[in-house]
C-alpha cells in the first residue's frame, strides 16, 4: 500500500495539438504553479462471473419466467478498492435486480448483503488494511433479465446467492490485490436526454425534476496517465432488455457500456447505480438492439466526462454506517415476508412469490401497536472531498435533491440507489396524485411514508460523522401543472459527441398527462444545419451533419394545440489525428509521447505496441526493448475518437556499466596477508551489457608490495538496470611498510561501451595496509 504523496511529473504534462492550437496534457497543473500536490492512492478494480450454473427464474418483468440458464450477455461483479495507507473504501456493483440487507432462511441468511460487506471487510484486512463493512457499499445494478434472488418474480435458490456473495468477496479481493498508485480524478456527467422528464410514460410521471448527474472517479497512474480503474454512477434503469420476452439474462447497457470502456481506455470500469426512482430510459423495443445506442450514449458521456475531469486534492478515506428504522405501512409486502419458508412460494392469481427478506431484529420490529418498523442501514463514505452516500432502494430524485442540499464541503455527492438493501421505491406521497402516476407500480412497492426524510436523514448524519458540515432538509417535489395537457417529447443520440457526421437518434412522443390529447404521429425536427426533417413518432435514423461544429438540435410535436420541444447540443469533432513523438532513450528504455490533432481536443488513453510487440497503456510511456524498430500507437480522445499512427526507435544507445562502490575486507590487510576487494556494478543503460569484464591494476612500482588474483573477472551479461558484485583476492607483502602507498586502477568493460575507471588507495601503516574510499575515474 503506498503513503506517498507525488506533484504531477513534468513528463506527464504532455503537450496534446488540436487544430486550434497547442494544448497542454496537464495544463490546468501548468497553468498555476501553485497547484495542490495531487495525492496517491491505491486503487485496484476487478471482475467475476457471475452467471447462472442452474437454471433460475428471471427477475425484473413478468411472473414465474424461465427458468433458465440463458445468457444473452455476461452477468458480473465489478468491485473498485480505494485505498490509503490501512484505510480502503470499497465499491462493488453487482448485475441484479436487488439484493436484500438480511434474508429469513437459514439456506439464504449467510448470503445477505451485509453479511457480504463484513467478508469483504475481512478480505481486506487479511491484505493489511483496517476497515468495517461500513467502508463497503454492495449495489446491484437492478436490470431487469437476472435472476431473481428477491422473489416476487419466482422462488429463491439459495445456491446461486451463494454465488454472487461469493463472486462479490473475490471481486473486491482481486481488487485490492491489483491495486495500483493512482491519482484520481473525478467530474460530473449529465444525461439529461437519456433520462425520460419530458413527457408522461410508465414509471416517468411528467412535469417533476430529474436527476442526470453522473459521478465519476478515474484512476490514472501517476506517470504514465494510463487508465487503472473507472468508477461512475448512472442515473437511470437498465431495464430495456426484457428478460422474460427473450428468455434470457443480461446485464444491459450498464454490461455494454463499461465493455467499451474498458475497451477505449484500458482498465476496468464498474457502472453503479445512481438515481433510480421514476427515472427511465427512452425506447420501447425492449431487445438488444436498442441496448446498444443506450450503451453508447452512457459510455460517450462518461468518457466525456474524463476529460473534464480534475485530481483530487485531498487524501482523507473514512466511512459511516448509520442505522435507519422506518414505519412499514404497506400490509401486502410485509404480509409476502412474513409468509415466506425458503424456498419461498407463489401465488398464480396474484402473480406474485414470497419475499424472503428477514423479518428478525434489526431489520423488522413488529413488537409495537402500530405499523412495523423496517430497519436497514445507510452508508456515507468519502474519498477526498468526494462523498457518497446509499439509498436502500429506489429514491426519487427529490430524496437525493435534499441530501445533496443538505451536504457543505463535498465537490460532489455521489447518490446510489439499490445499494445495501431493496425497500422499493420511496417519494413524498402528498406531491404526487393518481393522474400523475398513471399506470406505474409505485405504490405496489412503496413501503412506507417516511422513508424519504428517514433517508435523508441518515445520509446526513452519516456525511457529518466523517467530517462535513450539515443543515436538516425537507423532501419536497415541485409539480409543473403546465404540462398537464400537452403532448410529451424526448430523443436522444448515440453519441452526444464524436468525430463522425452521422448520428443515429431515436425520438418518441406520448399523449398528455390528462390524456386529452394523444401521442403526436411525427417529430419536426431543426437541426442547426439548415434542415428541417419531419420523422414518425418512435423512429430510429440516422442523420449526417455537414462537417464539424457544435449543432442545437430541437425536436417539437403539436398536439392539441399545443406545442413540446426537447433540445440536445450535438458536438461533430474534426477527424482525430494520432501524434506519436520519441524522446530519448531514459534508463528504463525509449521514453514514447502520444498526442493527437483534431478530435476533442483532449487525450484521454493511448496504447502502444512497441517495437519488439511488447503492449504497454498510457500517454507517455517507455518501450523497454533496445532494439530499434517502429513502435504503433492508438490514441483515444475525451469523446471516444480514436486514431493510429506509427513512430520510428532507434536502437538504444550502448551499455552503461558503471563502478558504484569498492569494498576491501578487511579495511586493514595485515603485511603478509590476504582480503577481498568487491567492486559493485550497475548497468544504467535500456541495453544489455554483454562480456563484461571487472579489471584491477597494480601499478609497475608496487608490484613487489601488492598482488591480485586474478587481475581481470567477468559477472556474466548484466541486464538493463541490474547490479552485479565482482571478488577480487588481494595480498600485502611483508615487503610493504608503514607509509607505503598504492594506487589501485579499477576498470570496468562490456562490448561497445565506453571504459570506467575507479580507484582505491591503500596505505601502509602498523601492522598492515589500509583502504581508503574509492574515487571515480
Known sequence: MSVDVRRMPIRFAALIITLLGLLAWASDARANPQAADIPVFDVGAAAKNINPDTPQYIGGYGYKAGPTTNVHDDLEARAFVVGKGDQANVFVVVDSTGWFAAY???????????????????????????????????????????????????????????????????????????????EIWTGVGDLRSFIWQNGQGTNHPDGFVYDNEVPVMWARDPETGATNAIYASVPNHPDQFNGEDNDAFSADWPGYARRALDELNGGTTVIGPGTLGKQEPPGSVNTYDEVIPQGRIVANEIQRTLAKATPLTDDTIAASEQYMQTPADNDDLIFAMNIFTYPGSCIDALE?????????????????????????????????????????????????????????????????????????????????????????????????????????????????????????????????????????????????????????????????????????????????????????????????????????????VVGGGKTRSWEQQIIVNPDLQATATYEGHLTQGASLLGGALGGSGKVVAAHWTCQDGTKVSGINVVCKSPKAGTASVTVVDGAGNTAETTVAVPKAPPAKPKITRIKVKPKKIRYGKKGTMTVTLKNLSTTTATKVKVCVKVPARAKKLVKVAPSCKSPGALRSGKAASVPIGIKVSRKARPGSKVKLQVTVSASGAKKKTASIALKGKPGGMTSSSYAAG
Open 104 to 182: 429469513n432462511s437459514a439456506e439464504a441468511s449467510p448470503y445477505g448483503v451485509d453479511k457480504t460487506r463484513e467478508r469483504v471487510a475481512e478480505a481486506l484486512n487479511e491484505q493489511g488494511y483496517d476497515i468495517t463493512r461500513a467502508n463497503v457499499i454492495i449495489s446491484t445494478t437492478h436490470v431487469h433479465a437476472a435472476p431473481a434472488v428477491v422473489g416476487i418474480w419466482g422462488t429463491l435458490d439459495a445456491t446461486y446467492l451463494k454465488k454472487m456473495a461469493d463472486q462479490v468477496v473475490a471481486a473486491a479481493s482481486e481488487a485490492a490485490e491489483n491495486a495500483r498508485p493512482s
Open 352 to 556: 406474485i412469490c414470497t419475499i424472503p427478506r428477514s423479518t428478525a431484529m434489526p431489520y423488522l420490529d413488529s413488537s409495537g401497536d402500530g405499523d412495523p418498523l423496517i430497519g436497514t442501514h445507510v452508508a456515507t463514505v468519502r474519498i477526498g472531498d468526494a462523498v457518497y452516500t446509499t439509498n436502500p432502494g429506489e429514491a426519487f430524485s427529490e430524496v437525493n435533491f435534499a441530501t445533496r442540499a443538505g451536504i457543505s464541503g463535498a465537490r460532489y455527492v455521489g447518490t446510489l440507489s439499490q445499494s445495501g438493501d431493496m425497500l422499493g421505491y420511496y417519494y413524498e406521497r402528498g406531491d404526487y396524485t393518481e393522474q400523475q402516476f398513471g399506470s406505474s407500480n409505485f405504490e405496489n412497492y412503496n413501503v412506507g411514508p417516511d422513508m424519504p426524510k428517514d433517508n435523508v436523514a441518515a445520509a446526513l448524519a452519516g456525511a457529518e460523522a466523517i467530517g462535513f458540515s450539515t443543515t436538516p432538509q425537507t423532501v419536497r417535489s415541485v409539480y409543473n401543472a403546465d404540462v398537464a395537457d400537452r403532448p410529451g417529447l424526448q430523443w436522444y443520440p448515440t453519441e452526444v459527441e464524436s468525430a463522425s457526421e452521422t448520428v443515429n437518434i431515436l425520438g418518441g412522443a406520448t399523449k398528455s398527462q390528462d390524456e386529452t390529447v394523444p401521442a403526436p404521429a411525427t417529430i419536426q425536427w431543426d437541426f442547426d444545419d439548415g434542415t428541417t426533417p419531419t420523422t414518425n413518432n418512435g423512429e430510429r435514423f440516422d442523420h449526417t451533419f455537414p462537417g464539424p461544429g457544435t449543432y442545437d438540435v430541437v425536436a417539437t
